[in-house]
């Protein structure tokens, strides 16, 4: 239950990542479009930190990639106004996406919404750090925002965890990077390797190192490659169960079952650009 109701919510939150009014608001305060607005929009609820920062709490991203944007982001606007145009573009792509004004201010965004809020009252910031820098941030008033903002928080929070995980795995970003990739449920391998910033070279020798450990064999995952993943799912799901066992079973499937409508029906208006991710396995 813990992994279906991370999915059901997940594009509510992460589909500001490729929504062209992510760019467009954070330009509008000085920011440069692409991977600047990213760097910046994610990690601003955090303050102005440097590129190690950054870096350490989003974990796959190469540093070289991350340094070219990190801090010059912060000298062309500020955290502040960096959090509050983001909020904008989530209003403005969720409205886009979800079918207009009267389908943001509807019953199932509003109820969604305060499920998650109740979801997110348990939760603590202890070793997590993007979860902590957003859940500084006040609550918004609209509906839609609040749905925004709570799944925003729930998706940091396991994030946080999930590099506890690998790190308690003894897998580097990096290496997180392309395992995942191997199990055909995330990026293509090109579009991984740029958006994250590695190099062919540098993708070649982490999976050699992975051969080497025997978790990868001709580019695909092992037996063993596979156990790490599903093992690193699990130890995801168990520090992430916190905000669903507060729910309790029958909200918690409220929550799949909005969560799983509303995002369809961003999926469905074409949220995410062709070919970025691969076909499921």
């Given at each position: ?175 997180a990077l392309i395992t ?96 970025v991710f691969a076909a499921?396995?």
């Amino acid at each position: 239950m813990v992994a279906r109701a991370h999915r059901s919510i997940e594009p509510l939150h992460n589909h500001v990542y490729f929504a062209p009014e992510t760019d467009e608001h954070l330009a509008a305060v000085g920011l440069r479009p692409g991977r600047m607005a990213y760097f910046a929009g994610r990690s601003a609820a955090m303050g102005a930190v440097g590129p190690g920062v950054v870096t350490a709490t989003f974990y796959n991203f190469s540093p070289g990639l991350v340094a070219r944007h990190i801090p010059r982001a912060w000298t062309l606007a500020g955290p502040e106004q960096v959090v509050a145009a983001r909020l904008d573009a989530a209003r403005a792509s969720l409205t886009r996406l979800l079918g207009g004004p009267e389908a943001t201010g509807s019953a199932d965004v509003a109820e969604l919404a305060e499920l998650l809020r109740e979801a997110c009252a348990v939760l603590r910031p202890e070793g997590r750090p993007l979860y902590a820098g957003h859940a500084g941030l006040p609550w918004p008033e609209e509906p839609v925002l609040r749905l925004w903002h709570g799944a925003t928080l729930l998706r940091e929070y396991r994030g946080d965890g999930h590099l506890a995980a690998l790190l308690h795995r003894g897998v580097s970003g990096l290496e997180a990077l392309i395992t995942h990739t191997s199990t055909g449920r995330g990026f293509t391998e090109a579009v991984a390797k740029k958006s994250r910033g590695w190099s062919d070279e540098e993708w070649a020798a982490a999976s050699g190192a992975l051969t080497e450990r025997g978790l990868l064999a001709d580019g695909a995952l092992t037996a063993a490659g596979s156990q790490l993943r599903d093992d690193v799912e699990a130890d995801t799901d168990a520090l992430s169960v916190s905000p669903w066992q507060h729910l309790g079973p029958e909200r918690t499937a409220r929550v799949v079952e909005l969560g799983r409508g509303l995002s369809g029906r961003v999926v469905a208006a074409g949220a995410y650009p062709a070919g970025v991710f691969a076909a499921r396995g």
